[in-house]
């Protein structure tokens, strides 16, 4: 890693496993272009891409290659190599083992190094793109592009076009039923430009919301439907809570709070932080339920959870 960062070899697309970089960092950076845009009354046409299976196809050849081209050579690149290859798999079922296979592509999951060859190994993708911004965290890729004329659509195409000639060459493989369009539109008062958009000779599905890295982007850049969902899942949360843990003290309470309500609600509200009054009533109404569950007061004046939980 310090080899990597000393030459300033991972893309600059890359959020994923790095060093003070993060889902919240992509979204951020993300959303605040995307917003730019808007502010421009620009329309941005975002393609959500899905590998499959993308951790598993890595081939080790052509891994090796690439790490040999990065400069992880001599003794580091056989140790590598040592780890990745002779590994066999089998499948068991009902005690019957099928026959040990060998393992040719993948790296394994669950390690240190692992995450760190997948990003060396997609590194490059985004150098096929040549119209439009390739947004990477880990495998999750968002290709989006300003739509201002007739023209820009058939650019994005032109790069997913690309996008498909790189995984092609390098035996990776989106998954089209897995991949949508979102057309974020600055204002309803501004036609749309409409186009389709095709991968692997599919159409791909437009939706008007799609979730990006946990985040629910809409077609508006709104944050209410986040905040719906938000507030729902941390119900459903509290819910569990009151049933499982109601004869547990007010500090055991404050604990499940911590580790299972709060993450939830803050989980990149750098990025959505509401301004609507509605939106914050919304979360200030799913935190006074959970400060009564944890303090087991349930009447109207309930002290609110503070950051220290109590």
């Known amino acids: 890693m310090n080899h990597l960062d000393t030459h300033k070899i991972l893309t600059e697309a890359q959020h994923g496993f790095r060093k003070f970089r993060s889902c919240e960092t992509q979204l951020i950076e993300t959303v605040h272009d ?9 329309q941005v046409d975002a393609i959500l891409l899905d590998f499959s299976k993308a951790f598993d196809k890595v081939p080790h050849q052509r891994l090796f290659h690439k790490l040999d081209h990065y400069g992880v050579r001599n003794n580091t690149l056989k140790r590598i190599c040592s780890f990745l290859t002779g590994r066999t798999q089998q499948v068991v079922l009902e005690g019957v083992h099928s026959s040990a296979g060998p393992v040719t592509s993948g790296v394994p999951q669950g390690t240190v190094l692992g995450p760190l060859l997948f990003l060396l190994y997609i590194n490059d993708m985004p150098e096929a793109v040549k119209h439009s ?3 990477l965290f880990a495998d999750d890729s968002l290709l989006y592009k300003k739509v201002t004329k007739q023209q820009d659509p058939l650019l994005l195409q032109e790069d997913l076009n690309a996008l498909q000639n790189w995984e092609q060459k390098w035996h990776m493989e989106f998954n089209p039923s897995k991949c949508n369009i979102i057309r974020i539109l600055p204002s309803k008062n501004k036609p749309p430009i409409l186009s389709t958009y095709h991968l ?4 791909l599905e437009t939706t008007k919301e799609s979730k990006y890295l946990g985040v629910t982007i809409t077609e508006n850049l709104s944050w209410t439907n986040h905040i719906k969902n938000v507030t729902a899942k941390v119900n459903r949360t509290v819910g569990f809570l009151r049933r499982n843990f109601k004869e ?4 055991v309470k404050s604990a499940t709070y911590t580790t299972m309500v709060r993450p939830t609600l803050e989980y990149a509200s750098t990025v959505w932080d509401p301004h609507q009054e509605n939106d914050k009533q919304a979360l200030e109404m799913v935190q006074r339920r959970a400060a009564r569950y944890a303090h087991n007061n349930y009447f109207e004046k309930t002290p609110r959870m503070g950051n220290s939980g109590k």
């Open 133 to 135: 911004k390739l947004k």
């Open 34 to 42: 995307i917003a730019k845009n808007l502010a421009s009354e620009d």
């Open 200 to 203: 692997h000779g599919q159409t």
């Open 248 to 251: 547990c003290t007010t500090k």
